[in-house]
């Protein structure tokens, strides 16, 4: 399959070998994921899509660290997370992956602009004179700088999410993550975000989107169906 982007140092961004994840539960071991095997180049704009239950967001959660597989590895920007301690997984997480979820979560009592601020201040990657410049240019691509000093209930669901957008970018992390990231804005807005997802791409981030929306995965350059916690296909939709 034809994909666009480079690889680093000679490996895939994403790179997940041979992933197994299960969970105990009072009836015994479930199986989630199946010997996930899949490279995902910088640039690509992935999309995860499936029934309920196939194991898309475990997926999600393997690349950014939340959850480790049971057997596999799963490396991303060439540190092998699945070996890393959960503070290590915590610093390394703000530095190299956004993550955007399905209803925003921004912390309710700081402003849009302290909340774009949040992981400069916890990853401290950015100077610390300079989080705040970052954080309105972060708002102003996204659309939205008039409500830097507003709290997250005075914007509407999709200001909302444009603000979790920059917030995924505080620390300029390779990796954007988001698990159906406009599974809760009508169709408009939703289009909306997606168009700022395009613009991401364009300007060399790497996406993975678990999303039900077909007419939204139709506009990715690669769709990955999961089934029963496998890749069921692996699709190329064309686009360079």
């Not at 690349?63 to 060439?78: A, K, L, M």
């Not at 599974?183 to 909306?192: F, H, I, P, R």
């Not at 364009?202 to 039900?212: A, S």
């Not at 890749?231 to 064309?238: A, P, T, V």
Request: charged content about 25%.
């Amino acid at each position: 399959m034809e994909t666009r982007g480079f690889e680093t140092n000679g490996h895939a961004l994403i790179d997940l070998r041979g992933v197994f994840k299960s969970y105990e539960t009072g009836a015994g071991e479930v199986p989630v994921l199946r010997d996930i095997t899949l490279k995902v180049n910088p640039g690509e704009f992935v999309a995860v899509v499936g029934p309920s239950g196939s194991g898309k967001s475990t997926l999600l959660n393997m690349v950014t660290g939340i959850d480790r597989p049971t057997d596999g590895e799963v490396f991303v920007s060439g540190e092998g997370v699945h070996g890393l301690t959960e503070n290590e997984l915590a610093r390394w997480r703000g530095k190299h992956v956004g993550v955007i979820f399905q209803f925003f979560q921004l912390l309710p009592t700081l402003s849009i602009l302290e909340n774009v601020m949040l992981p400069m201040d916890f990853c401290n990657v950015i100077p610390r004179r300079e989080r705040e410049d970052r954080a309105m240019f972060l708002l102003e691509q996204v659309g939205i700088a008039d409500q830097a000093h507003k709290l997250p209930s005075a914007l509407s669901g999709g200001q909302q999410q444009r603000a979790a957008i920059a917030r995924s970018l505080a620390n300029d992390p390779p990796v954007i993550v988001g698990d159906e990231p406009t599974g809760n804005l009508d169709t408009t807005t939703a289009n909306e975000v997606f168009e700022l997802f395009e613009e991401l791409v364009e300007r060399g981030k790497t996406l993975m989107i678990v999303t039900h929306d077909r007419a939204l995965s139709a506009r990715m350059e690669r769709v990955l169906h999961l089934w029963d916690g496998r890749i069921d296909r692996d699709e190329s939709n064309g686009y360079h």
